[in-house]
C-alpha cells in the first residue's frame, strides 16, 4: 500500500486555508497548589461551578468549590505534571461526553476517550454530563418489562423500563453477575446497555468485556471504565458521562440498561474529593451532600412521556456492604432512593443458592405493573411461599415430626429453591421462565427428586424447543396464560413426563 | 507566621485577604485627606526599601516575640518624622494587632483598590520585540477605549510569542500572537486530517 502525499498535502491545505483566527480571549488563573487530583487556582474571577477549565498540559478540569480567594479544580488527567504557577484557562463550557451510535460498541473513559484501541470516536453529537433530571410532567409510569433473563428476579422482583432496581451485597456474592445476565438478555431486543466500572480492578473490568464480546453482547454495548487506578475526580464523574450516553438514546425514544457498578466506590471517590477540598465531613466522613450525588444520578433514569417518544433508562446500580450491614450510610441512602432492591447474601450463595437472592427482603416497588400477565399467574404467590417455606424449614431442622400436609409444603419449597437456581450467563426468555415456574408452582416438580430438578427444567426446556416450539412463541405473543396455552403446557407437560426418568447426579 | 520570610513566590491567600481589608481602611482615610497617592507612594518605599533591604526589621515586625509596644517605638524612631501621620498610625494598629508582617499585602492591595477607585486598570502586555513608542501608545489609546477606563502599561518581552501580542487586564487574557496562533492552526489541520483519514481511507492511498 502506497501513501497518496498529494492528497494528504491537499487535504491539509484545504484545512490550513479554513482556518479562521479569531485573537483568543480568555479567563485565566495560576495554580497555587496541586495534588491528589485536585488543584487550587488564584484567579480565574469569573468561574462558574462546574465549568471547564484547561491546564497547559492539555488536562481539563472541573470548578468544583468556588471560594472567596480560590477556586478548587478537581482535575479530570494527568495531574503529575501539573505545576505551581501554571496558567489555568476556563473554558467556559460545560463538561460534555460524545453520544449516540459512535459510542456504542466502544471501551471508553468517563471522557469518552477510547481506550480499546479503536481509534477516535468518529462522531460531533455531545452532551452535557450534568443535567438536571426530566421533570414530572415529562414522565409516564413504568409499564413495560425489562427482562433480566434471571428467574429469581423477573419471577419475584420484576424490572419494568424505567426502574431503577439496587443490587446489594456483600462482596463475592454475584452483584455483577446478575448486571451481566441482564445485559446478555437485551440481545435483540434493541435496548442499548451501558456499563460503568467505577474503582474496579482492570483485569476484572478486561474480564467482564471478553464476556461480553463472546456472547455477542460488545454490538449494543458500551463500556465506561474509570478503574481503581484512575485519579478520584474521573471515577466521580464516571456515572455521569455513562447516563449522559444513555440519555441520548432514551430522549430518541430508544430505551437503555445502565449498569453502575458500583456506587459505593463512587462515593468513596467523592469523599475524597470533598474531604481534600475542605469541606465539612459528616457521617462517615462522607460530605453532607453525598446523598444528592446519588439521587440526581438515579433521579436520570426514566420513562418518558408518550409526548417525548416513550424512551426510558433502566438502571441497575449496584452498591457492595460490609458484612451484611445494610444500614451503612452509603446503602440506606442508595436503598432509598431507587425503587427496589435485590439483596444476594453470602450464606445463600455458599450454600450454592445461586442468584443468591434474599426473596423476603427483595422488592421492587414499581415492576409488578410490568410484569407480563403469564407472568404474574404462575409466580403470583411466589414470594411469599418462598418466605413462607424458610421459617417452615428453619422449624423443620429441630427433627420435630410433621404432618403431611406440612411435609408437602417443604417439599415443594425446596423444589422452588431448587429451580430458581440458575446458571451463569445463561438467561432465559420470559416464555422459558413461564413454562418452568408453571411446572414449579403448579405441583409438577413434586415427584421428582430434588437433586434432578435442575437436569429436569433443562431437559424439558430442551423438549419443548425441539418439538413444541410454537409454545414459546405463543405465549411471547399473547403474553397470557389463556385456557388454551394451559391446557397446552398441561399436555407438553405430560408427554415429557412420560418419557423421561430423571436422573440423579451421583 | 513564621519568624525566617517565607520563599517568595509562595503566594499566600490569607495574607492577601487581610491586606486587602486593611488596605481599604488606609485608602478610605487617606482619601479623605486628599493624601492618598502620597500615603500609598510612602507605603510602598517602605516596603520596597526598608524592608526589602533590612531582613532583620521584616523579621521583626513580623515576630510575636517583639512586643507591639516595641514595635511602636521602632515605628516612631524610624519613620515618625518622614512619613504621613495616616501611614504611621496605619502601622500602629497593625502593630497593635499583630498584623504588622503583612505590610506587603497592604501595600500591594492598596495600589489596586486605588487604581480601581481612580478608573485606572494596569495592562500587562506581552510581545515579541519590545514595544515603539508609537506602538504603546497606540496599544494604551485603544485599550482605554475598549474598556473605558484609563489604562497603565505594564510591559514585556517574551521571543516565544514569535509575533502579534498578547495582553492581560485583570484575569482575562487577550491573546493574538502568532505562536498561539501556529498551536491553533496545527490542531485543526491534524483534527480535520484525522477526520478525513478515517472517513475515506482509500483516498490517500494508491494501488496496492
Redesign the interface.
Known amino acids: 500500500m502506497k501513501f497518496n502525499s498529494d492528497e494528504i498535502a491537499s487535504v491539509l491545505q484545504a484545512e490550513i486555508e479554513q482556518f479562521d483566527s479569531k485573537i483568543d480571549v480568555r479567563e485565566v488563573g495560576t495554580v497555587l497548589e496541586v495534588g491528589d487530583g485536585i488543584a487550587r487556582v488564584y484567579g480565574l474571577s469569573g468561574v462558574m461551578a462546574g465549568e471547564m477549565v484547561q491546564f497547559p498540559n492539555g488536562a481539563t478540569g472541573l470548578a468544583f468549590n468556588l471560594e472567596e480567594n480560590s477556586v478548587g479544580v478537581i482535575i479530570l488527567g494527568d495531574f503529575l505534571t501539573i505545576q505551581e504557577g501554571d496558567e489555568v484557562k476556563a473554558l467556559g463550557t460545560l463538561l460534555s461526553v460524545p453520544v449516540g451510535d459512535a459510542v456504542v460498541g466502544r471501551v471508553l473513559d468517563p471522557l469518552g476517550n477510547p481506550l480499546d484501541g479503536k481509534g477516535p470516536v468518529q462522531t460531533t453529537q455531545t452532551r452535557p454530563v450534568e443535567i438536571i433530571a426530566t421533570g414530572v410532567a415529562e414522565r409516564q409510569p413504568v409499564h413495560e418489562p425489562m427482562q433480566t433473563g434471571i428467574k429469581a428476579i423477573d419471577a419475584m422482583t420484576p424490572v419494568g423500563r424505567g426502574q431503577r432496581e439496587l443490587i446489594i451485597g456483600d462482596r463475592k456474592t454475584g452483584k455483577t453477575a446478575i448486571a451481566i445476565d441482564a445485559i446478555l438478555n437485551q440481545k435483540h431486543t434493541g435496548v442499548k446497555c451501558f456499563y460503568i466500572a467505577i474503582g474496579q480492578k482492570d483485569s476484572a473490568v478486561a474480564s467482564i468485556i471478553e464476556v461480553l464480546t463472546r456472547h455477542g453482547a460488545m454490538e449494543y454495548t458500551t463500556v465506561i471504565a474509570a478503574g481503581a487506578s484512575a485519579p478520584a475526580p474521573l471515577q466521580y464523574i464516571a456515572p455521569y458521562a455513562g447516563t449522559a450516553m444513555a440519555e441520548h438514546f432514551m430522549y430518541e425514544g430508544g430505551h437503555a440498561l445502565v449498569v453502575y457498578d458500583d456506587l459505593s466506590k463512587q462515593a468513596t471517590a467523592y469523599r475524597q474529593m470533598s474531604l481534600l477540598m475542605r469541606r465539612p465531613p459528616g457521617r462517615e466522613a462522607y460530605p453532607g451532600d453525598v446523598f444528592y450525588c446519588h439521587s440526581r444520578l438515579l433521579e436520570r433514569s426514566a420513562k418518558l412521556s408518550k409526548e417525548l417518544g416513550g424512551g426510558s433508562i433502566t438502571s441497575l446500580p449496584i452498591i457492595e456492604t460490609l458484612e451484611g450491614e445494610v444500614s451503612a450510610y452509603i446503602p440506606t441512602n442508595v436503598i432509598s432512593i431507587t425503587d427496589g432492591q435485590i439483596y444476594l447474601q453470602p450464606d445463600l450463595f455458599f450454600s450454592g443458592i445461586r442468584p443468591a437472592m434474599n426473596a423476603g427482603i427483595s422488592v421492587s416497588r414499581v415492576g409488578g405493573a410490568a410484569q407480563i400477565k403469564a407472568m404474574k399467574k404462575v409466580a403470583g404467590g411466589l414470594r411469599l411461599d418462598l418466605a413462607a417455606f424458610r421459617a417452615l424449614e428453619a422449624f423443620a431442622q429441630l427433627g420435630t415430626d410433621l404432618d403431611p400436609a406440612t411435609q408437602a409444603q417443604l417439599d415443594r419449597g425446596y423444589r422452588m429453591v431448587e429451580l430458581l437456581k440458575q446458571p451463569q450467563y445463561q438467561p432465559l426468555s420470559a416464555a422459558e421462565q413461564v413454562v418452568s415456574l408453571f411446572a414449579g408452582t403448579r405441583g409438577h416438580l413434586d415427584d421428582v427428586p430434588i437433586k434432578a430438578v435442575s437436569q429436569w427444567e433443562k431437559d424439558f426446556l430442551q423438549f419443548i424447543r425441539d418439538k413444541h416450539s410454537t409454545l414459546f412463541t405463543d405465549i411471547t405473543e399473547k403474553g397470557d396464560l389463556t385456557d388454551e396455552i394451559t391446557k397446552r403446557i398441561l399436555d407438553v407437560i405430560k408427554q415429557f413426563k412420560s418419557g423421561y426418568k430423571p436422573v440423579v447426579p451421583v | 507566621m513564621a519568624e525566617n520570610a517565607q520563599h517568595a513566590?509562595v503566594?499566600d491567600?490569607?495574607a492577601?485577604?487581610l491586606g486587602k481589608i486593611y488596605a481599604r481602611a488606609l485608602l478610605g482615610a487617606s482619601l479623605r485627606e486628599n493624601t492618598a497617592e502620597q500615603v500609598l507612594d510612602q507605603l510602598r518605599d517602605i516596603v520596597t526599601d526598608a524592608l526589602a533591604v533590612n531582613p532583620k526589621l521584616a523579621a521583626a515586625f513580623e515576630s510575636p516575640r517583639v512586643s507591639s509596644e516595641e514595635k511602636s517605638r521602632v515605628i516612631d524612631r524610624l519613620f515618625g518624622n518622614s512619613v504621613n501621620p495616616i501611614l504611621l498610625r496605619l502601622m500602629k494598629v497593625m502593630a497593635g494587632r499583630g498584623r504588622l508582617g503583612y505590610l506587603g499585602a497592604v501595600s500591594r492591595a492598596a495600589d489596586l483598590l486605588h487604581d480601581e477607585v481612580a478608573g485606572r486598570v494596569v495592562a500587562e502586555v506581552s510581545t515579541a520585540t519590545p514595544l515603539t513608542d508609537d506602538l504603546r501608545n497606540e496599544v494604551a489609546q485603544r485599550l482605554s477605549q475598549s474598556l473605558g477606563k484609563q489604562v497603565r502599561l505594564k510591559e514585556s518581552v517574551d521571543a516565544s510569542l514569535v509575533g502579534g501580542m498578547v495582553i492581560?487586564v485583570?484575569?482575562?487574557?487577550?491573546?493574538?500572537s502568532v505562536a498561539?496562533?501556529i498551536e491553533?492552526?496545527g490542531r485543526?489541520?491534524r483534527d480535520?486530517?484525522?477526520?478525513?483519514l478515517?472517513?475515506q481511507s482509500d483516498?490517500?492511498?494508491?494501488?496496492?
Not at chain 2, 485583570?170 to 493574538?176: E, I, K, N, R
Open positions: 513566590n503566594l491567600i490569607g492577601e485577604q492581560r485583570g484575569d482575562t487574557v487577550y491573546d493574538s498561539s496562533r491553533k492552526m485543526a489541520a480535520g486530517f484525522a477526520r478525513q478515517l472517513q483516498r490517500f492511498t494508491s494501488g496496492v
